[in-house]
């Protein structure tokens, strides 16, 4: 599609090429502009109608709209802002240089202005942050045929019009009640007769990940959002949750890999910026790692007596490792999604200890076999490999299942904890207990 579009720009063809645009959804349209390598994007963009423009840029990646945004004049930058969504043209404006956001903001609408620079204040990765401040605000001393008359005059200035918010005395929320019950209600009933005032809502300073948390709970569409003295600010709907989640998600897989995170999406990040999201973490490593090349150099001797037992170090680190990752990923998810919590430690603990017995005693019984059978050692370093196989996966799902719990108590990502970093520690402890092992047995 991409060579069809610069054909048909190059060809000035604009009246086939508006007939595409008019054909496709704002969804696609974005999912073209973020794909687009040698398309001038801004020139295409400015194909699109006015109205249509705004759907689609709102549809766009963080990255790609701050670089389009860019190629626009002033004029149109400012009109794009204008019409968008507060809390997506924050998420525009906060990876844009202060200086383009200055002369943006001087030239927006006041309403504009003063509703960006109010979520700017907020914390990254906050309810506050991802909140929008385009909603219906009922008093609670109206009358139902007074609130629908309000929905109907600010409909279009409101993010959705599904659920609305009852505040009372100095702006506090009160209530909340829905598009349905209001046109079903009698005319002439006060809204506070008929408001909800069981519902869930969160402060400003709320992690945005909670949040999505209670979203999944409580299966809710839209929240609202209160300051530190319960007045309503704002709201966060299903879709600011989506995009949550998916950030979330990508942010904890990234480092589960040992990959510093990036906003960017990967054809978008370039060399030297991928050099720096994996560098630190591959020196950490490499650094500790130097560990267990220690280790073997202090059983320099054993290993001059056993020169076999150098055969299986890789087999029982691999195991090890994998052993232990498949713990930490266990917990770390049910962490994420609070099926767990730091007093449950030890009947984790437990759990993954009768997990790594029942495990360690059939790989231990079917690595035996293959040692004897298809390696032909004698039964005596088999059976040393074996029972180190055996302590190491117990060692592993236990340092596995407890280090990400540990890390959260303290305040770190327990995605930090991951396979890399648990790889790492747990290689040196299988190579301390191989070599002790080996001693007992061995005589060595």
Not at 89 to 109: G, H, Q, Y
Not at 386 to 411: D, F, Q, R
Request: proline fraction near 2%.
């Amino acid at each position: 599609m991409e060579e069809r579009i610069i054909e048909l720009i190059e060809n000035k063809e604009f009246i086939e090429l508006k007939k595409i645009i008019n054909e496709t959804s704002a969804q696609d349209l974005a999912e073209w502009i973020s794909d687009f390598e040698h398309c001038d994007t801004a020139k295409f963009f400015r194909l699109i109608g006015k109205d249509k423009a705004v759907d689609v840029f709102a549809e766009l990646d963080v990255p790609t709209a701050t670089e389009l945004l860019n190629k626009l004049s002033d004029v149109e930058a400012v009109s794009l802002i204008d019409e968008l969504p507060a809390d997506d043209a924050t998420d525009v404006l906060e990876e844009m240089p202060a200086s383009i956001v200055d002369k943006i903001l001087r030239n927006c609408s006041e309403d504009t202005r003063k509703d960006i620079n109010k979520l700017l204040k907020y914390e990254e990765d906050s309810a506050g942050s991802i909140m929008t401040v385009e909603y219906v605000e009922l008093k609670e001393n109206m009358t139902i045929q007074d609130a629908i008359k309000q929905i109907k005059e600010e409909r279009e200035e409101s993010e959705t019009i599904d659920s609305c918010f009852v505040v009372g005395k100095k702006r506090k929320l009160i209530g909340v009640i829905t598009l349905r019950h209001l046109l079903f209600a009698d005319k002439k009933m006060m809204i506070s007769d008929v408001c909800d005032r069981e519902f869930q809502y969160v402060h400003t300073n709320t992690d945005q990940e909670e949040v999505a948390g209670i979203f999944q709970k409580y299966d809710i569409n839209i929240m609202p959002v209160v300051d530190s003295e319960d007045r309503l600010v704002g709201i966060i709907t299903i879709d600011d949750v989506i995009d949550v989640i998916e950030s979330e998600a990508t942010e904890d897989i990234k480092k589960m890999a040992a990959i510093i995170p990036v906003d960017k999406p990967y054809d978008k990040t370039g060399v030297f910026e991928t050099f720096k999201a994996r560098i630190p973490w591959l020196l950490l490593l490499m650094i500790s790692a130097t560990f267990t090349g220690k280790i073997i150099q202090s059983f320099e001797s054993e290993l001059a007596a056993y020169t076999v037992l150098t055969a299986f170090i890789p087999m029982l680190m691999d195991t090890g490792g994998n052993a232990g990752g498949q713990a930490s990923v266990s917990v770390i998810r049910a962490l994420s999604l609070n099926d767990i919590e730091f007093k449950d430690i030890f009947k984790v603990v437990f759990k993954e200890f009768r997990v790594a017995i029942v495990c360690s005693v059939v790989l231990a019984i079917c690595n035996f076999i293959k040692m004897i059978v298809i390696d032909g050692v004698s039964t005596t370093i088999a059976l040393t490999v074996c029972v180190t196989l055996m302590v190491t996966i117990v060692i592993a799902k236990s340092i596995g299942c407890t280090l990400p719990m540990v890390a959260k108590k303290i305040g770190f990502d327990p995605a930090v904890m991951a396979s890399p970093f648990i790889t790492t520690i747990v290689d040196a402890c299988s190579l301390l207990v191989y070599f002790s092992i080996a001693q007992m047995i061995l005589g060595i």
